[in-house]
């Protein structure tokens, strides 16, 4: 690992908590909490972390969080990638949650949240880590159900800084959600959706100017459309990149073949992001060498990325200055 890479100051903007369940932390789970698994031990838990595209992944993931009960193991949970992110250091972290895969197996939202957030309040406490926590919708759920979640998390808006809409991309367009999210908007979060990763580049535009979100989560499908990036440059929106979920998902063949550096160049406001760490294949540093290792990015490039990071994040300008 480079020292210029081990000793950057990072930020994550694309981070699912669930998505750091490490298959130790599964098996222990399941024992806590007499839980019988598919797999026999963790080599066969890992042996399925082979994924052909996005649903394939998705499938194991939500299987995987099923050992997640109580307000104590979304504490561990949290904690656990916060230690991981803090020695990458990472120094100011906004993670997605994704309620309805918890609340539609009967645990209560308040476990959820209140055990992310006690985390990520000891993280601020003990080490300064700043933090924001994004609820993001499945978007091979219904609309309705989504209002439900937003009615339903009214007891923890003070906890919550967004909203986020992920899962399976295909056939689940921002348009099918336009009005959840106008709802939100009123409500005074902040907005973000999943586009471009598995779906087309026309799924951001709409994220854009239907949704009307102010970032981008992947959205690598920017470079198949030359007008769009020259939009996204333009106006600086910010797109959470992800490069070894890119690779492991085959949203890319190599990691030569990322655009992340193309997007770079063109003007974007790219960032740097680990996505599902525990299935993907590293944290936050490996994803910097990986673009390092794969696909050239000098120590000036990935500074960038990183600063590219704090432009992107919802601290203030006096809470950046301090990272920079
Ligand atoms: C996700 Cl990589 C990815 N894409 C879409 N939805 C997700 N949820 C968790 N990881
Ligand atoms: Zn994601």
Not at 17 to 44: H, K, W
């Amino acid at each position: 690992m480079s020292t210029f890479i081990s000793e950057l100051p990072k930020v994550e903007l694309h981070l699912h908590i669930e998505g750091t369940l490490e298959p130790e932390m599964v098996f222990a789970l399941a024992r806590r909490n007499g839980i019988t698994l598919d797999y026999q031990d963790e080599s066969a838990l890992k042996a399925a972390y082979q994924f052909a595209d996005l649903q394939s992944f998705l499938d194991v993931y939500y299987q995987g969080m099923q050992v997640l009960l109580t307000e104590q193991d979304f504490f561990d949970l949290t904690w656990a990638y916060l230690v991981r992110a803090y020695a990458d250091r990472v120094r100011h972290v906004e993670i997605f949650f994704d309620p309805q895969a918890h609340t539609g197996r009967g645990v209560p939202l308040a476990a959820v949240v209140s055990g992310i957030h006690r985390a990520l309040e000891q993280a601020r406490q003990q080490w300064g880590l700043t933090s924001r926590l994004i609820m993001s919708f499945l978007r091979h759920l219904s609309e309705a159900e989504a209002f439900e979640t937003l009615h339903h998390a009214e007891p923890f808006r003070q906890q919550l800084s967004g909203i986020g809409l992920d899962s399976a991309e295909k056939g689940n367009p921002p348009t099918k959600f336009s009005q959840v999210y106008a709802a939100a908007r009123e409500q005074g979060y902040r907005l973000v959706a999943h586009a471009g990763e598995e779906g087309p580049a026309g799924y951001i535009r709409d994220a854009l100017d239907i949704l009307q979100v102010e970032r981008i989560d992947h959205g690598v499908a920017a470079i198949t459309d030359p007008p769009l990036m020259a939009r996204l440059a333009q106006e600086r929106i910010p797109l959470t990149v992800c490069p070894l979920s890119n690779l492991k998902l085959n949203v890319i063949k190599s990691m030569a073949e990322h655009p992340m550096l193309q997007l770079l160049h063109a003007g974007l406001c790219v960032t740097v992001n680990s996505d599902d760490p525990a299935y993907f294949g590293g944290y936050m540093n490996a994803n910097f060498e990986a673009l390092q290792q794969g696909l050239g990015a000098s120590n000036e490039e990935l500074l960038q990325l990183a600063l590219n990071g704090v432009e992107a994040c919802w601290l203030s300008p006096e809470e950046k200055a301090v990272l920079t």
